[in-house]
T-cell receptor, first 113, second 111 residues
């Protein structure tokens, strides 16, 4: 099992550009999450999804969009990249939302210049 | 807002030492997670607990709900245990969609 796979690993964007971070899980998990990790800070939830077709905002959703067309995939779209979006992004999934282990991807390092 | 405080922020120890990392939180929770983040960045879930104690190999996690405190212990520490250990708590009546993460404890084990 690959678990949670996210791409790309590293990306440099110019201010104003857009990009999509891809996330795929092969565990048939209903719940998927996108977090960002800034230096010296705890992970912050950007968006989450409770199943195909259903998404909801987390703590820091501004500047991002998501979609969940299938159980497996949960891409994160950055529109009009800003330096404040320079961060490490983690995709994660869990079978249910409560009482379950969370599985994380390897992280995507994004720099906006 | 549920604040999560971890201590120490940094810990350096000799191989073989017994390690304790602490996590305190401020309000009622549904569950507490301990995560391990290696230098390459990947995050692995070590434990999820809502009461008592769990053990996996050389790792032991305990939680005291009344004192709003959890500890992660590592026995017979090894250089491969060097990582950042993160505590995360789930808001009461919520699940993983309402987690608050600590800033992590950086552990370095010297051979």
């Amino acid at each position: 099992n690959a678990g949670v796979t996210q791409t790309p690993k590293f990306r440099i964007l110019k201010i104003g550009q857009s990009m999509t971070l891809q996330c795929t899980q092969d565990m048939n998990h209903n719940y998927m999450y996108w977090y960002r990790q800034d230096p010296g800070m705890g992970l912050k939830l950007i968006y989450y999804s409770v199943g195909a077709g259903i998404t909801d905002k987390g703590e820091v959703p501004n500047g991002y969009n998501v979609s969940r067309s299938t159980t497996e995939d949960f891409p994160l779209r950055l529109e009009l990249a800003a330096p404040s979006q320079t961060s490490v992004y983690f995709c994660a999934s869990s079978l249910t939302v409560a009482g379950n282990t969370i599985y994380f991807g390897e992280g995507s390092w994004l720099t906006v210049v | 807002k549920n604040e999560v405080e971890q201590s120490p922020q940094n810990l350096t120890a000799q191989e073989g030492e017994f390690i304790t990392i602490n996590c305190s939180y401020s309000v009622g929770i549904s569950a507490l997670h301990w995560l391990q983040q290696h230098p390459g960045g990947g995050i692995v879930s070590l434990f999820m607990l809502s009461s008592g104690k769990k053990k996996h190999g050389r790792l032991i996690a305990t939680i005291n709900i009344q004192e709003k405190h959890s500890s992660l212990h590592i026995t017979a520490s090894h250089p491969r245990d060097s990582a950042v250990y993160i505590c995360a708590v789930g808001a009461l009546n919520f699940g993983n969609e309402k987690l608050t993460f600590g800033t992590g404890t950086r552990l370095t084990i010297i051979p």
